[in-house]
């Protein structure tokens, strides 16, 4: 069964827009991590964040996190065409395995 | 540059037909793992590697078998692949090292079609 729940599932805006998306989860983790999958290809790591961190920020990526609610919300400010991607979250509970979500299908328009 | 391969990128079987999928990291990563990717269901994870001679199952492990004889390698064998194995496969990598904060590296991934 999948850990993480997205949403949206898709998503679609204007370059220059901002974009967020939410992940939930069910049960204790180390760190919950988010990943990039551009159309045909591998994931890509783009931002983790421990499980006794709130936030943490990486360039125009903002990553929150909740452990009260179980959940995560990923931010892209002003997205560009090439942000055009699926987007994951996972979330490590021990051992190094990642338990991915179903994603969101982020569209940017230019 | 360290990377990950993943050989074939396309393959078309039968059903019944034994088949494998070769990955091959030179990161040096003491962890490995196979994922399927399907349409609705994210990535699943199939086995799991940390380090050689250590295998594990994963959520989705029925129908596939791992080995680990080196480091660098984790090939992941359908032992009679049948039409719900059609999906993409992708192998990943991690140092296993920070144990707080590891994270993994993915191969280009492998599109398995069984007829």
């Known amino acids: 069964s999948q850990q993480g729940e997205e949403d949206p599932q898709a998503l679609s805006i204007q370059e220059g827009e901002n974009a967020t998306m939410n992940c939930s989860y069910k049960?204790?983790?180390?760190?919950l991590q988010w990943y990039r999958q551009n159309s045909g290809r591998g994931l890509v790591h783009l931002i983790l964040?421990?499980?006794?961190?709130r936030e943490k920020h990486s360039g125009r990526l903002r990553v929150t996190l909740d452990t009260s609610k179980k959940s995560s919300s990923l931010l892209i400010t002003a997205s560009r065409a090439a942000d055009t991607a699926s987007y994951f979250c996972?979330?490590?509970?021990?051992?190094?395995?990642?338990?991915f979500g179903q994603g969101t299908e982020l569209s940017v328009k230019p | 540059d360290a990377e990950i391969t993943q050989s074939p990128r396309h393959k078309i079987t039968e059903t019944g037909r034994q088949v494998t999928l070769a990955c091959h990291q030179t990161?040096?990563?003491?962890?490995m793992f196979w994922y399927r990717q399907d349409l609705g269901h994210g990535l699943r994870l199939i086995h799991y590697?940390?380090?050689?001679?250590?295998?594990n199952k994963g959520e989705v492990s029925d129908g596939y078998s791992v080995s680990r004889s080196n480091t660098e390698d984790l090939p992941l064998t359908l032992e009679s692949a049948a039409s719900s194995q059609t999906s993409v496969y992708f192998c990943?990598?991690?140092?296993?090292?920070?144990?707080?904060?590891?994270?993994?590296?993915f191969g280009p991934g492998t599109r398995l079609t069984v007829l």
């Open positions: 990943a990598s991690s140092d296993g090292i920070a144990v707080d904060t590891d994270t993994q590296y």
């Open positions: 049960t204790s983790i180390n760190n």
């Open positions: 964040i421990r499980s006794n961190e």
């Open positions: 996972a979330t490590d509970a021990g051992g190094g395995k990642l338990i």
């Open positions: 990161w040096n990563h003491n962890n």
């Open positions: 590697s940390y380090g050689v001679q250590d295998t």
